[in-house]
């Protein structure tokens, strides 16, 4: 049998070169990093002999369990130097998933296990990648870099040519903005149907308007109120902002689950392994990522169960669960009865890596601004690394428990030192009342008789700016239901009813008394609180300070009922001082009432000139809508609306004008009165708005032909008369007087 030659062959060489197999090699391509992603290897362990390798084992499997599950079998593996007998300081881990190994790498590389050694943690899949020569390109590609896209204006609406306020309003389906033209309509600056699920929400400055949906939570704002923001966790019910708003807490009662690897919800989701079944997430507002989360306490929400079988009550959940400290460096909450568990941001962990242990603490707050301490040296940095004008401090308090008495305590956050401590007798509860610019604490303390058959409280104020921080008691005969500080002063307000005990009558309708007080600060430290006015006999359970003091409401809110305010102020010009006031720094006198039947909530805007009550649907279906009043209780405007649901002010951010020149400004204030009476005649009515246009228009058109003929004057060579009065300025000046005699009217009368 002839050979067979390369000719006689049906499909030569070049043929089987010109076959297209790329379909193939697609349909059959093998990623070389398959069954590396769940593989990490840890680099820079300790290198220890035989004997040395279970302990060394057992503290790296602690710490890395710790990120998620390693396999039980082969899943840890260390290997040995055959030669010495030790390890060669390399590990190789197995993790059931790709995330746990990838979460592996993001907490522990880097890490220090000692002085001596520090964790390199890299994902095996990566090595095999990046750690062989030509599997990256030796040469620089500059990355294509998109261009520069400027965000809107986040705080444009404090540059209104009126100054005017905006508020949020939920009407049914539908969520507006507007801003506040007084008695007019308002101005709608942006009206959209459903544009939230359950409710909205402005944050701390008024950067953002929040709204809550079955998804999650998505922040709006600038001049188009465009979606700014977008966070993920199913069902919220709750949120709240750190005072900065930089950081966002979520609430749900659906705990988080985690969609298996292998789902196409995996990717989108933003929560790891750790996070699932915790129902509390802290947020960057800016990356819009979880930095972390936290479960409910025992006995909250849905999750709390009995061992035995049915699930045990539901324990009322306290919101804010999380309490900011001023500079939103800390955010905190109580572990009930056992300790204080302090959190850093934006690290997210906790304070000196440990809780404050404080056997049987009930509550805490935060200073509401930083605290000036007399003989202690400044240390808490700013946001931009300067030091603050003070430290971060905050107050808790303990029950009488194990033959100890009752405690108030205030702690150096950053020191976590008590710096002051007090103890208390036959207390029934505590609240604690920071006056806004952290100069002063009350403690309102409720104590009981030593039968325990009725209670009446004393008023503790720790002045804080003063050396050694005194405490001042205010002790009263009654039971103080509600108190409120002025902002930015020394004066405030109570409601207080005498306690008659369990054997008392039928209870008395009109039994609070309303009290006001003031400082001496004429006495300097020596001086103390005094009462400037004592209503009795009232029935006013409410108090609403206006944000910019002075002006108080002091209310009487019954549900489904009609509701009565009286407005007070504190500073009233021209009347003389009440008796036994004469040398507090204040003049009380009330300036009006008025009443709104069904009034749900009430609103002070942030200049302090209007205050806005509301009937929501969201309570009852009776007389919905909103009134507004200003400062003296004068109805300025009233607007029924179907399904209301709420009216929200719009807060603004704090002024950043020197304090010399608000004062400069406070004092000038009846200078610009002018200007603002006509505006508000303008808006009064469209014949006093035509009228004032038109007189202005005519003033500016003089003005110019005044301009005109001046120019004119000067090029004919002929000097204007004012011209010829500025230049005689070395003359002396003569003023001549000249009096006048007019009868105005002439009377004559017949004298007996």
């Not at 006509?678 to 228009?697: C, G, N, P, T, V």
Request: net charge negative; glycine share 6%.
């Amino acid at each position: 049998m002839p050979e067979a030659t390369k000719n006689d062959h049906p499909h030569n060489e070049e043929e089987e070169l010109d076959i297209d197999f790329s379909d193939l090699e697609a349909k059959y391509a093998t990623n070389p990093d398959d069954g590396l992603e769940t593989f990490v290897v840890v680099d820079g362990a300790p290198i220890v002999p035989a004997a040395k390798v279970e302990v060394l084992t057992k503290v790296l499997l602690k710490l890395f369990r710790s990120v998620g599950n390693i396999k039980a079998e082969d899943g840890f593996f260390m290997p040995m130097d055959e030669a010495t007998g030790k390890s060669k300081g390399y590990v190789f881990i197995e993790y059931e998933t790709p995330q746990q190994a990838q979460e592996a790498v993001k907490t522990y590389h880097q890490k220090k296990l000692d002085q001596r050694h520090t964790l390199l943690v890299n994902k095996l899949g990566d090595v095999e990648r990046y750690g062989f020569a030509g599997n990256v390109a030796s040469e620089y590609v500059e990355p294509t870099i998109e261009p520069f896209k400027p965000q809107e204006h986040l705080k444009s609406w404090l540059t209104d040519s009126q100054g005017r306020d905006q508020m949020v309003l939920h009407r049914g389906d539908n969520v507006g903005v507007f801003y506040n033209r007084k008695s007019q309509t308002p101005e709608q600056v942006v009206d959209r149907q459903h544009w939230t699920e359950k409710y909205v929400r402005w944050s701390p400055k008024g950067t953002y308007l929040v709204s809550i949906h079955r998804q999650g939570v998505a922040l709006w704002g600038g001049d188009s109120w465009n979606r700014l923001g977008r966070f993920a966790h199913n069902d919220v019910r709750l949120i709240d902002f750190s005072p900065n708003e930089k950081y966002l807490i979520s609430l749900s009662m659906e705990p988080i689950s985690i969609p298996p690897p292998d789902s196409p919800a995996r990717a989108a989701c933003p929560f790891k392994e750790q996070d699932e079944g915790n129902h509390v997430v802290v947020w960057d507002v800016k990356t819009m990522l979880p930095l972390r989360s936290f479960p409910l306490l025992p006995g909250e929400g849905p999750s709390a169960a009995s061992k035995n079988g049915p699930p045990a009550p539901e324990k009322k959940i306290v919101w804010p669960m999380f309490k900011w400290s001023s500079n939103s460096k800390y955010f905190a909450r109580v572990i009930p009865d056992e300790a204080l568990a302090i959190y850093e941001a934006p690290s997210m962990g906790l304070l000196d890596k440990k809780s404050i242990k404080i056997p049987g603490i009930v509550d805490f707050e935060f200073a509401p601004a930083p605290v000036k301490l007399e003989g202690h040296k400044a240390t808490a940095a700013t946001e931009d690394g300067g030091v603050a004008a003070g430290e971060q401090i905050l107050c808790y308090w303990t029950p009488e428990m194990n033959n100890q008495t009752a405690r108030v305590s205030i702690m150096d956050v950053g020191t976590r030192k008590v710096i002051r401590s007090r103890n208390l007798f036959n207390v029934s509860g505590c609240r604690l009342h920071w006056q806004d610019q952290g100069k002063y604490l009350c403690v309102k303390v409720d104590r009981h008789t030593k039968t325990k058959k009725s209670t009446f409280t004393n008023l503790e104020f720790f002045r804080l700016c003063d050396k050694d921080i005194p405490v001042e008691v205010l002790e009263l005969k009654e039971t103080v239901i509600n108190f409120q500080w002025e902002p930015k002063s020394d004066r405030f307000v109570l409601i207080s009813f005498l306690d008659q005990g369990p054997l008392a009558t039928a209870p008395v309708a009109n039994r609070n008394t309303v009290a006001f007080y003031a400082f001496e600060r004429s006495k300097g430290s020596q001086g103390t609180w005094k009462p400037i006015k004592v209503q009795d006999k009232k029935a006013t359970n409410s108090i609403y300070w206006s944000p910019k003091g002075r002006f108080v409401i002091a209310g009487t809110v019954r549900p489904s009922s009609a509701c009565e305010f009286e407005f007070w102020d504190f500073d009233h010009e021209g009347d003389v001082k009440a008796a036994g006031a004469e040398d507090l720094p204040a003049n009380l006198v009330n300036i009006g009432s008025c009443e709104h039947y069904g009034m749900t909530d009430l609103e002070w805007d942030p200049s302090g000139r209007f205050v806005v009550t509301s009937s929501s649907f969201w309570r009852h279906a009776i007389e919905n809508g909103y009134k507004m009043w200003d400062f003296r209780g004068s109805l300025v405007r009233e607007e029924a609306i179907e399904k209301f649901k709420s009216f929200l002010w719009r807060p603004r951010p704090a002024s950043i004008l020197p304090k010399e020149k608000r004062k400069q400004v406070n004092k000038n204030l009846k200078s610009y009165s002018r200007r603002f009476d006509e505006e508000d005649a303008m808006e009064e009515s469209e014949a006093s708005r035509q009228l004032i246009l038109k007189r202005r228009e005519a003033l500016a058109e003089w003005r110019e032909w005044r301009a005109e003929m001046e120019a004119h004057l000067h090029e004919l060579g002929l000097t204007p008369e004012s011209d010829l009065i500025a230049a005689a300025d070395g003359d002396d000046d003569e003023v001549i007087e000249e009096i006048r005699e007019e009868i105005l009217e002439e009377k004559e009368e017949e004298i007996e």
